[in-house]
């Protein structure tokens, strides 16, 4: 029971911090709300849609962006990439980008050629470092076979590492205007990110902003545009919470068939006590009794121990990971109190049902065959 307890409580805490530090990356570089049109050509009125969105209650940041797709070259080396334009001016309020930037620095509105900031391993593939001259390649540009994409020329400014992989390998940033440019969006952005002083409250902001604009507006939560992710770590949470809880499942069978052979040894005195006047349920009592001390005394002790592993792995780093090649470099942790409380009740309601049957069995005993045969 205690092995069964402190497994639970460790694995569901590596879980949780995993889900944090995802979580807190992809947010990170992403916003809580994503405010787009059903018109291809984007919003016109952004400036104006930023300002009314500003003004709704729990949002503490807006911008606008541009996402595209197409090809980015660096001397013969040329590379598939995900292009975000972005307002250099407001681009801190929705995402952690210039926490981000490893080398060089994030600026993207210069004299001369324009500034671009891209992942880590999207440079090393190009070989490119800060202050080289990269090409962009737009397909909206493109309208038949015979003619040519958009060619515009940028200077890398910075690489930027947040720790996930899809967004190192493939993204690059750049000024609104110059994505604008490239991508023929006149003076139209594609929408607006925002960002939340509570990223659970992003269900209810939405449908409080969508109310301000009109049916051809639509709004995205974090959640949405990650349903697969998020969903599958929260099943995959409760997958080895189910799994782990069969170590408990088998501590109480162990319960079961230590009462049950206690009963058979304690016939005699079962038959006894009848005999004097003890009823079937305070005999029954009394095997359900054990039970449960056995079952508290298990959830506690592992309790302990799980929460002293947890804390100490928070504290002191005990598990340490390869940096080079996950995004953390120790075992992630975060212990939640819910958690805590439903090991416990499972391993005491397990307990008690293990506990159950003997003890019935048990009061059930007629005293004088007890007494008989014990």
Known sequence: MTLGTAALIIVLSVMNGFETEVRGRILGADAHLRLATFDEDGVADWEDARKIVKETAHVTGVSPYIFEKGMIRAGKRAEAAAFRGVDETTLAEVSDLPKHVRSGKLQLRRDGLPGMVIGRFLAERLDVIPGDTIVVFSPAGITGPLSTPMVKQFVLTGTFQTGLFEFDDVLAYMDIEAAQKVFLRKDRVDGLE????????????????????????????????????????????W??????????????????????????????????????????????????????????????????????????????????????????????????????LIVIVIAILLSYLGSMYPARRASKLSPVDAIREG
């Open 194 to 237: 925002i960002k939340l002083d509570d990223l659970f409250l992003a269900g209810s902001v939405r449908d409080e902003i969508e109310e301000k604009f009109e049916p051809n507006y639509y709004i995205r939560t974090w959640y949405e545009l990650r349903a697969t992710l998020f969903s599958w770590m929260k099943i995959e949470k």
């Open 239 to 340: 997958m080895w919470t189910t799994v782990l809880s069969i170590i408990i499942v088998v501590a109480a069978f162990n319960i079961l068939s230590t009462l049950i052979m206690v009963s058979m040894e304690k016939r005699r005195d079962i038959g006894i006590l009848k005999a004097m006047g003890a009823r079937d349920k305070d005999i029954a009592k009394v095997f359900s009794l054990q039970g449960m001390i056995v079952g508290v005394a298990g959830a506690i002790l592992g309790t302990m121990i799980g929460f002293a592993v947890c804390f100490g792995q928070l504290h002191y780093k005990w598990i340490s990971l390869p940096s080079d090649i996950y995004f953390l470099d120790a075992l992630p942790v975060k212990m939640q109190p819910l958690d805590f």
